[in-house]
């Protein structure tokens, strides 16, 4: 008797510890963020650095608990090459992604394609 109530002891224990742990575990919600900028850059048009500081700041965003501590950043990086016909075509494809709501689009680099894709967004 006297190990049977030792052994319901330590499973009532461990079922507390179980369930409190399990409610203090949460999964991030997906933001997701579209990126469109050209990976060959142009040094008068876009620094080649742009793209992976984009990228640092969402690591260093996603990885302090202080800031949007329920949620994680996602880029959708996207190569625009400078060029309107790309660029239209890769904006398509972020926003065609029915199961990924676009919290923000980040780009375009280059200003003859800036334009005419904030006129079709």
Same mark, same amino acid.
């Given at each position: ?16 510890? +179980? ?12 933001? +997701? ?78 200003? $003859?394609? $800036? ?7």
């Amino acid at each position: 008797r006297g190990v049977t109530s030792i052994m319901t002891f330590w499973h009532l224990l461990a079922l507390i510890l +179980f369930s409190s742990l399990s409610c203090c575990v949460h999964s991030k919600t997906s933001l +997701f963020v579209g990126t469109l900028l050209p990976s060959d850059p142009n040094p008068f048009v876009f620094s080649p650095l742009t793209a992976p500081a984009v990228q640092l700041a969402v690591d260093h965003i996603n990885a302090s608990p202080d800031i949007l501590p329920n949620y994680e950043i996602v880029l959708r990086l996207r190569d625009s090459a400078c060029d309107i016909g790309l660029a239209g075509y890769e904006l398509y494809r972020l926003l065609s992604k029915t199961n990924e709501t676009k919290i923000a689009l980040i780009g375009e680099a280059c200003s $003859t394609v $800036t334009q005419p894709l904030a006129q079709i967004s």
